[in-house]
């Protein structure tokens, strides 16, 4: 680029020591609009504003792969949500998005005919656990959707389900996943994807991991990350084996839940053959038997971003899954739309922020609620 600067116009106008200082200034001014331009990028793309055309292509050739995790899609092809119909889970999950400036799609799910439930429940398994009615038929559901992101060739796609909540502060979380991610799996500095294809399954969304001090994974500073003691769940003791106010990308140990989980597409073809036969008495946990056993290149987040909203049980609520088992009948939808339950584990819950401008964290397992 300085190169282009005629030398011997500016040799013969002002002399070689006045054109080796000009040059200089040049170099100097040409790194500072460099500067200005990333330190624009971050400002502009903390609070999901455009970039200006001056910096938009210089910005983008230096840092795609966190711009990209911090888009629509979150620097994946797509994000799916698995939803049986629409109901309080859908439109909340579409109320945040629009909120969150995401792109999230609600694939019609096809008709699973309760003989094909109840003969996949039933499918002999080595671990001699088998799935209840309700955990089958969600399996099934998972499988259909996977089946959905291969036929369309989704290169990576994100499926959530339609109760999932996140942060406010979501593409910034992202854009750290995507940096430390990166560097966990080496990726080339050639590869501008956001988390390459160096795994099968990426768990963003989970209600618990194991994390000792021998568990592979690279910690990083995130603001957003829930304070040690205020973390809910069966995997509390594990938050002790990280820094505080670290998140963590890990090799998966024993990820439970599936409210949000990336895939490559190699991943997503794999996943439809190591889960598609069934072999244990969930979907997720025939997911992370895959992990432990290494059939299936498991990454994972730690503390999750993303984990699911609940109404308040006391009103009523009671999880497809439940209801689905004959485990009692979820009371009507309307007490859902308008008093605030609550999501463990977020620290500015996005659903709760749309639907009742503040925050909803649960904590201890129980519910910060009120009538609107």
């Excluded at 499926?159 to 430390?180: A, F, G, R, Y």
């Excluded at 609520?317 to 609550?342: I, P, Q, R």
Aim: contains cysteine; charged residues 20%; proline residues 5%.
């Amino acid at each position: 680029m300085l190169k282009s600067v005629s030398q011997p116009r500016i040799v013969t106008l002002y002399g070689r020591g006045s054109a080796r200082k000009l040059h200089s200034r040049l170099n100097v001014l040409v790194a500072a609009f460099l500067l200005s331009c990333l330190a624009y990028t971050f400002i502009f793309d903390s609070f999901n504003l455009p970039l200006g055309s001056a910096c938009d292509t210089i910005s983008k050739d230096l840092s795609k792969p966190r711009i990209d995790a911090g888009n629509s899609t979150l620097g994946f092809s797509s994000i799916l949500a698995l939803s049986v119909k629409p109901s309080w889970r859908s439109r909340g999950l579409l109320a945040s998005a629009e909120y969150s400036g995401l792109d999230i799609q609600i694939p019609k799910q096809p008709f699973i005919a309760p003989e094909l439930v109840e003969a996949f429940k039933n499918i002999p398994s080595k671990t001699g656990k088998q799935p209840s009615s309700g955990s089958a038929y969600a399996w099934l559901a998972h499988l259909d959707l996977i089946k959905h992101a291969v036929t369309n060739n989704m290169e990576t796609v994100l499926i959530v389900e339609d109760d999932v909540d996140w942060d406010v502060n979501i593409k910034t979380q992202m854009q750290l996943i995507s940096d430390n991610l990166r560097k966990l799996t080496d990726i080339n500095n050639t590869d501008k994807s956001p988390y390459g294809q160096a795994w099968d399954v990426l768990w963003i969304g989970h209600c618990g991991e194991h994390t000792s001090v021998d568990t592979p994974r690279i910690e990083f500073s995130d603001a957003t990350v829930p304070p040690r003691n205020t973390y809910t769940g069966w995997a509390n003791k594990y938050m002790y084996n990280i820094d505080a106010g670290k998140r963590a990308i890990q090799i998966g140990v024993n990820p439970v839940c599936s409210f949000g989980y990336a895939l490559t597409l190699k991943g997503a073809e794999k996943v439809l053959d190591w889960a598609g036969k069934g072999g244990n008495e969930a979907f997720d946990i025939r997911m992370l038997q895959g992990c432990q056993t290494k059939d299936l290149k498991c990454l994972v987040v730690n503390p999750e971003v993303m984990h699911h909203y609940q109404p308040p049980k006391e009103l009523g609520y009671t999880s497809l899954v439940a209801e689905s088992d004959g485990k009692g009948v979820a009371a009507d939808e309307d007490k859902f739309e308008h008093v605030m339950g609550g999501t463990e584990n977020i620290r500015e819950s996005t659903r709760c922020k749309v639907l009742f401008d503040t925050t909803c964290v649960k904590e201890h397992r129980d519910y910060w609620f009120k009538q609107t």
